[in-house]
Nanobody, 117 residues
Framework: QVQLVESGGGLVQPGGSLRLSCAASGSIFRLFRFYVMGWYRQTPDKQRDLVATITSDGSTNYLDSVKGRFTISRDNAKGTVYLQMNSLGPEDTAVYYC????????WGQGTQVTVSS
């Protein structure tokens, strides 16, 4: 069984920063370093979009609109993946979900990010 717990969301003003964390536990932890980890986001009127992924060798991929502003990273020893978000704008407001992929997908419960003045 895989558990993913996101944290770090909240309310931030435009131009601000947040750092999301996703801690893995359960059966994933021993093999965490082999998982492709990702962050997705979803608003009520849209589908869930890929924001960023990081592979087992550290290769990263980003949604075009967040390139240069967001950075995904991972700490395999801690079983944790991070998303550093800078220069946030209202368009980044969404529920952010952590994803773990290794043959199948596991999801966290999501954390709300609201960018508003």
């Amino acid at each position: 069984q895989v558990q993913l717990v996101e944290s770090g969301g909240g309310l931030v003003q435009p131009g601000g920063s947040l750092r999301l964390s996703c801690a893995a536990s359960g059966s994933i932890f021993r093999l965490f370093r082999f998982y492709v980890m990702g962050w997705y986001r979803q608003t009520p009127d849209k589908q869930r979009d890929l924001v960023a992924t990081i592979t087992s060798d550290g290769s990263t991929n980003y949604l075009d609109s967040v390139k240069g502003r967001f950075t995904i990273s991972r700490d395999n020893a801690k079983g944790t993946v991070y998303l550093q978000m800078n220069s946030l704008g209202p368009e980044d407001t969404a529920v952010y979900y952590c994803n773990a992929h290794f043959g199948s997908d596991s999801w966290g419960q999501g954390t709300q990010v609201t960018v508003s003045s």
